[in-house]
């Protein structure tokens, strides 16, 4: 017998099983509302995930201004999700696949960050999930340009869609991971600009003695 049958206050009448289900009115009623409920959710009526935003990249690899992003959107949205992008146009350095991996090792201790990954256009990407609101990061006007036709594009694209940006903060408005791939590739310390998991990926790929000292720094 279902653990509700035994709280109901309702009258006798409504107790009696359906002769076919062996359901109460009283319990169809609550079957009724669940699959109702779960309907909805899948409709994405009702988001649990709460405010989202998405905030998509190559990360390429992740950097610390990256995540200093993450951390102060996680301030503003009840969850963050990192969308990192299969760009066949871009020559990356890291596989999609080391990039997830990476990431979800990183974010291990926030649950409020998802690791995600999108191929193809972001808007249809981003019409899968409940989120409304594009997150990404300003480091100089020189980003502006870009990202300004960006989210005009996106805009259009997906009128319901918007981009919140957010500035870098002043430790890492150099940091790129473009620069960082090119110092680690010329054996210079990317130590404090970078997390250390991200570090020794670089070394590894680079093909540089992990721990070892190399022109400057590397120290592990
Ligand atoms: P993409 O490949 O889409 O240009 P990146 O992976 O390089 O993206 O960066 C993703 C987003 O993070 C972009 O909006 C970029 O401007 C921003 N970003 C990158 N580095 C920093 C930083 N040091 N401070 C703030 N924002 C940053």
Not at 92 to 113: G, H, Q, W, Y
Request: glycine residues 6%.
């Amino acid at each position: 017998m279902p653990k509700f049958r035994e709280r109901s206050t309702q009258p006798e009448w409504q107790c009696i099983p359906h002769p076919f289900t062996g359901y109460t009115a009283e319990e169809r009623l609550i079957i009724y509302n669940g699959v109702n409920e779960m309907g909805k959710r899948m409709k994405g009526e009702i988001n649990e995930m709460g405010k989202v935003a998405i905030y998509p990249g190559s990360f390429d690899p992740l950097t610390y201004g990256h995540i200093d992003i993450v951390e102060r959107a996680l301030d503003i949205f009840d969850n963050v999700i990192l969308a990192i992008a299969h760009d066949a146009e871009k020559k990356s350095l890291f596989t999609v696949e080391e990039r997830i991996k990476m990431a979800e090792s990183i974010f291990k201790d926030t649950p409020r960050v998802i690791v995600d990954s999108f191929k193809g256009l972001l808007v249809n990407y981003v019409e899968k999930t409940n989120a409304r609101v594009l997150l990404r990061g300003l480091r100089a006007t020189s980003d502006f340009e870009y990202e300004f036709h960006m989210a005009s594009m996106n805009r259009s694209l997906s009128p319901y869609l918007d981009t919140l940006f957010m500035m870098t903060s002043k430790d890492y408005f150099f940091v790129s991971s473009r620069t960082i791939k090119e110092v680690a590739r010329l054996g210079g310390t990317v130590e404090g600009l970078v997390p250390d998991l991200v570090a020794r990926r670089l070394k590894e790929k680079f093909k540089l003695p992990v721990g070892k000292k190399r022109l400057i720094g590397w120290e592990d």
